[in-house]
């Protein structure tokens, strides 16, 4: 597919997850969900799309989208890992932990690793206080995460198994 | 012959290796040709015996943990399915682990215990018993739901405590707008404070009760849609939760007739996008409705103008799956329990560097030093333990003096604390104070939403001046300047308490107060010496 033929399904696309949704009260939070469940972005031809679906300006979308950490207008890496910030993770050495992570992945927060395959984020608690310290990747938390637990992790997390389809 | 083995699907007990334990299992039990039916239940709430494996047996379930993959093929050689002791994983009867033995399980009764997928199994436990005796009491008195929920002394779970009843008495008494507008239920779980997974836990592990606690809310005001605004940090609770909710509506315990008394409930997860605020009542209408989550100034009240302008009662995961006990018991034996205007049990959640964490569900009225004494054995390092959040990232640092303070919402705010959502978060001795009272700051200025200034400015100058003082405390500056940049934090966190319109800017205050004056002496000379130069560093640019 040529590059203008791929513009035009993504816009098709999200037309398709704007109309599903539209008449829903207070539908833009579950389509910019479902958006970002397919493309692992908002992509930018999004924000007009839903200003006219739902009758508002893309300003008033664009403001939506920038006040929720939850939500990129950046293609992040094949990996989003999320390293918890919280209290409870501190309490058991999460700062070091995390540098460790920063140091190993070689990016800091909201940064995305040279092969495009880790997004880096900070999360504000898991809910796995009981076992911290904790970090998530895609739609799974692990705890009692250390550095060297993390190396062992992102080996594992390699391009074959996720053609495979085991992560995301 | 079949055995039942029970392994957690809880996010907790995931993160420590559930779901790789179960394929071990199913792998072995396969090529050992032992039958075996694998029931992912929730979690009993014992995380630091996670992965729980529990085994029925004649006597009873008998658990094994915390197991992992490499122990599987050791468990199965020594007779786990038939419940042998021999194994070093070994815990008695699931019931008498102290742990749990020890607690008043009221709102949790359920978890760990059924499977959640299972709208019979919560049926064979009591489930919809508390609905069917409001359906039963709306027959008779329009008010009675609500009286009921008045006399049990409930008070709002998510942290502000404020009375349940008299909230659903305002949506009660409140008009919609118009005939064709409708109220609603919404259900807060947004459990952003850390060192708290209670509504989670109990999201993971029975479902129902929440379920059944939001329709009776519904039945007992007047509401016809329920939302959940789930933080989108819960991706398994989202996933159990939409699966129960598909259930209830096939079962005819949500849509148009409730099993078949002509009243009508709807019920839909939203998801929330990481937004901490979201989880400040008015906030998370305005994310529901759509928009940017901005504080809404009160009055009006949420009851009164609340999701899309209607009267909307906001109530906390816990509070709503309280809801069918106090329905099924009845308000009097749930008042029962608990201290003074603390009615009832929280369910505190011990986490941080503590060494069983876990859920403890109690009555109002036990101390910290108790819970600390009979459940937590100590730091998870070994260390001594030198300081106590409770209440999430908004409450105080306690420090040992406090800790025989009782658990009651009045006794905590009596010491300038907050008892909040019930999170307690452990630190052992190796804590810097500074640097927990410079993340208050931090943690608000990250986020705040913004709309008022105390809090949007405020934290970030917090930030400053603790980095103000850290270095002058490092290039022995005068008393004096020290003095002066004393004198202007507290003046900055007392125009946040004043000045905020949310519990966000008005509380981030609490916790750097708690450590200005219980950790007077760790304050600022506490702070590691790798963190000061770069703070000292960061203002040399």
Redesign the interface.
Known sequence: MNANGKEQSTEKTITLFVDNKKKL??????I??DIQQHFGYIPQPAIVIIAQG?QQTEAEIY??IS?????HLEQPGRHIIEV?R???????GS?ALEQAIKSQLGVDFGQTTADKNYTLEP??????????P?I?VG??????MSSSKFAKLIKTLSLYQLNLGEER | MTTTLYLPIDTSAIAMGADDVAKALCFQTEKNQQAINLIRNGSRGLFYLEPLLEVQTEQGRVAYGPVTVDDVESLLAQGVLEGNADHPLYLGLTEDIPYLAKQQRLTFKRAGIIDPFSIDDYLAHDGFTGLSNAIALLKQDSNSIVDEIKTSGLRGRGGAAFPTGIKWQTVLDAKTTSAEQQKYIVCNADEGDSGTFSDRLLMEADPFSLIEGMIIAGLAVGATQGYIYLRSEYPQAQFILEKAIASAYQHQYLGDNIQGSGQRFDLEVRLGAGAYICGEETSLLESLEGKRGLVRAKPPLPAIEGLFGQPTIVNNVISLATVPIILAKGAAYYQHFGIGRSRGTLPFQLAGNIKQGGLVELAFGTTLADILHDFGAGTYTGEPIKAIQVGGPLGAYLSESQWQTQLDYEAFSAINAVLGHGGIVVFDNSVSMTEQARFAMEFCAVESCGKCTPCRIGSTRGVEVIDNMIIASQQDSSNEQSVALNELLVDLCDTMIDGSLCAMGSMTPIPVKSIMTHFADDFISDMPVHHAEKVTVKEQR
């Not at chain 1, 006040?67 to 939500?71: E, Q, S």
């Not at chain 1, 919280?86 to 058991?92: I, K, L, T, V, W």
């Not at chain 1, 739609?139 to 009692?144: F, L, M, S």
């Open positions: 009260p207070g539908a833009l939070l579950p910019l969900h739902l403001g939506v006040f929720y950490a939850h939500f918890c919280g209290e409870a993770c501190q309490a058991m700062t999360v504000y608690c898991l809910g796995n206080c009981a076992c911290s904790s998530k739609r799974k938390t692990y705890g009692r």
